[in-house]
């Protein structure tokens, strides 16, 4: 199966700050790949999809402009939370899809907004 | 709306006992579910998939049931170990594509 990278593993960081997650697929060229947030006690919720050279797809509800998200190469796809506040807090996890394979997901990133 | 539910939210089992976890799902055109298993600040780990053609599947210790009529599938762990402690979420999909997780069971085996 596909190994995942997403750095960082914790952010802590003033109300304001656009903070980015990185999100490494080690040893396949992922063209696929989905970040979701699991807020507590609830489940991983899909926030958009992240394909390699065009456009990401958002779920609804999910605002574009403040999760940016950008795949310009098959092993490494960005989320950039822009001007992040308070609510953003979450832990956001990152995933590479691969063909008739179970999803495998990165350790995600623990984000605290002051 | 949530199309996946996992109606007990932790879940208590004494060592060498058989663990059960259950998961619910809505939507019948699913055709794919999994399990992970998840360690707090950790992603989830892949532990067991079916596909809608079987009925069960066994991997070691895990083994995991589907019942397509009810829209039901469970994991049993069995014997269970103190290292099996941790948060367990099944996810289902339609295209194999985009999934959708339960909220995950709380599974702490005690010693």
């Known amino acids: 199966g596909a190994v995942v990278s997403q750095h960082p593993s914790r952010v802590i960081c003033k109300s304001g700050t656009s903070v980015k997650i990185e999100c490494r697929s080690l040893d396949f060229q992922a063209t696929t790949m989905f970040w979701y947030r699991q807020f507590p006690k609830k489940s991983l919720m899909l926030m958009a999809t992240s394909n390699e050279g065009s456009k990401a797809t958002y779920e609804q509800g999910v605002e574009k402009d403040k999760f940016l998200i950008n795949h310009a190469s098959l092993t490494l796809s960005t989320l950039t939370v822009t001007s992040a506040h308070p609510e953003d807090s979450s832990f956001y996890i990152c995933?590479?899809?691969?063909?008739?394979?179970?999803?495998?997901f990165g350790d995600g990133t623990r984000l605290s907004i002051l | 709306d949530q199309q996946v539910k996992q109606n007990s939210p932790s879940l208590s089992v004494q060592e060498g006992r058989i663990s059960i976890l259950n998961c619910d799902y809505t939507?019948?055109?699913?055709?794919?579910f999994l399990w992970y298993k998840k360690y707090p600040a950790e992603g989830p780990t892949f532990l067991i998939s079916i596909s809608s053609i079987k009925d069960k599947n066994e991997d070691g210790r895990f083994t995991v049931f589907l019942n397509k009529s009810a829209k039901h599938l469970s994991l049993h762990i069995v014997p269970s170990q103190p290292g099996d402690s941790a948060v367990y979420f099944c996810?289902?999909?339609?295209?194999?594509?985009?999934?959708?997780f339960g909220t995950g069971t709380s599974l702490t085996v005690i010693p």
């Open positions: 995933s590479v899809y691969r063909r008739n394979q179970p999803q495998h």
């Open positions: 939507n019948s055109m699913f055709d794919y």
């Open positions: 996810a289902a999909s339609e295209t194999g594509n985009q999934f959708y």
